[in-house]
């Protein structure tokens, strides 16, 4: 009877990582340990979040999601092997969960795709103003595309231009590249 009981265990830790894979394939782009956390502690039926924590280490080990870490932030995307190992596998997911994932991520990718590539931070100088640091991040390359940083007299000054950033930095990183690199005769 023992026997049956380590294949039940073994099956459900299996499931728990191709559930964990699936998520990463249908979010289409690596995902901070923030939003991770974030999108099981909404779906707890998935899995908890202990359970979580052990399979993306074992993902992890087997090579099948990979780990990055720039600037203090980590993220986490699945590999060619993970993939694989999904496309032969993904049918041990209950259906009903792989449709939940489906529908969540078409109803929350760009949400989170927008707060991992907008960043902000801002910290108070001696002084008594605040440094703002407005960034625009590619996951994929793993490097800033651009990064801002300026002084404001006062913490709402800051929140203010954090609060902002989120909304604005795609047409302001649009309107800054072309302004900088646009010739004379493009601009006219």
Known sequence: MKNFDKIDFVADEMAKK??????????????????????????PTWMTYMDFREALFGLIQSKFVYQMTMASETSFSIT?????????????????????????????????????????DYFKNADGTYTVVLRIRDHVVGDN??????????????????NRWRE???STYERFYNMTTASEEEKK
């Open 80 to 120: 060619q092997d993970g993939r694989g190992a999904l496309g032969h596998f993904f049918q041990k997911i209950p259906a009903s969960i792989r449709e939940e994932i489906i529908e969540f991520a078409r109803d929350n990718r760009p949400k989170f795709k927008k707060r991992q590539e907008y960043t902000w």
């Open 145 to 162: 595309l651009l990064e801002i940083k300026f002084r404001t007299d006062t913490r709402a000054g800051a929140k203010l231009a954090a």
């Open 18 to 43: 191709l559930i964990l894979l699936f998520i990463f394939e249908k979010m289409e782009f690596p995902l901070t340990d923030e939003s991770i956390n974030e999108i099981i502690m909404r779906n």
């Open 168 to 170: 604005n930095a795609a």
